[in-house]
């Protein structure tokens, strides 16, 4: 059980009424004394309950129990007859009774209004509660969902013909020997999948060299042996763990995707976006690294001195 705040999932000062309005319409009702609608307006005498006993009182409360002293305000003569029409309408017998009827008029519509917000977000295969813990988290859902419907590839054009480094194999030996894992990685095998592969990262995609290729088991609970091996990256390979082939390759996907909507914006700032990503801190960090790692991931990359100022936040 978690208990969630509403009000980050609503824009910041939205008003009670605004919101219901937003998503149940509001009252529409042309005589507003008579309202029944529960969405109209409700009337108590907080300052007029000195004590408990006060809410068993039968009769109707005087005009003046309705004024505030501390907020130096007075009802008008209409509200004080919608004040007398619930009474009526609803046979209300105490204070009490229009006690709860105001309550559920702040409580009832509210929860309504919740359930018209969550079936907007349903259109988008998203719950608002459990996908997410506030509107703007949201949002960016809903983005990247319209955005990458179509999601685009990375050009798999191939990369220039290399052997795998022979001088490798005696670290992979090691590091199988170390966790008792069986060894049977052959050099032939490598320089194969890399044919095969086109010299390309088999997890993202992009061009191999010499000094890139890393030799990725693709079951870890097995060694590095022929069969079980993948041509990747030394970044991938690390960042890969125990995730799924299919799993991580998305993942690297919507990476693709997400750094080419923002390169879209303006593509002749494609070296600046990649220095912002690299040096923004604070809560706009969370738009350009979705993923930091101890030790890894920098904060703020250096210094850099600026030219020239471009704000990319509207596009994002």
């Not at 309550?103 to 209004?113: G, M, S």
Request: with cysteine; charged share 25%.
């Amino acid at each position: 059980m978690k208990t969630l705040d509403i009000s980050n999932y609503v824009p910041a000062g939205t008003s009670y009424d605004k919101c219901l309005t937003t998503y149940l319409g509001g009252c529409k009702c042309d005589d507003k004394i008579r309202c029944v609608c529960g969405l109209g307006k409700g009337l108590f005498p907080y300052e007029y309950i000195t004590a408990f006993n006060v809410l068993n009182q039968t009769t109707i409360s005087p005009k003046s129990a309705f004024d505030s002293k501390l907020r130096g305000t007075s009802i008008t003569g209409d509200d004080y007859e919608r004040v007398k029409f619930v009474r009526d309408y609803y046979e209300m017998k105490s204070i009490k009774n229009l006690l709860i009827w105001y309550n559920n008029l702040d409580v009832v519509p509210f929860i309504k209004a919740i359930k018209a917000q969550r079936e907007l977000f349903k259109r988008f295969d998203l719950d608002m509660f459990a996908d997410g813990v506030s509107l703007p988290g949201l949002s960016e859902k809903v983005m990247y969902q319209t955005c990458f419907n179509n999601l685009q590839y990375p050009d798999k054009k191939p990369a220039n013909a290399f052997q795998f480094p022979a001088n490798r194999l005696g670290e992979y030996k090691s590091k199988d020997a170390k966790a008792k894992r069986e060894f049977g990685m052959t050099i032939g095998h490598l320089d194969t999948l890399l044919q095969k592969q086109k010299y390309l990262r088999g997890l993202c995609y992009c061009q191999l060299t010499a000094d890139t290729a890393s030799a990725d088991r693709i079951s870890n609970n097995l060694g590095h042996i022929d069969g079980n091996i993948l041509i990747s990256c030394v970044k991938c390979n690390t960042a890969r763990k125990d995730m799924s082939l299919g799993g991580f390759r998305y993942k690297k996907l919507l990476e693709f995707n997400s750094d080419r909507l923002v390169y879209s914006i303006d593509r002749e700032e494609k070296d600046i976006y990649a220095k912002m990503k690299a040096n923004i801190a604070g809560g706009p960090s969370i738009i350009f690294n979705r993923y930091a790692k101890r030790n890894e991931t920098k904060v703020r990359g250096g210094k850099v001195y600026a030219m020239r100022s471009i704000d990319y936040s509207r596009g994002v």
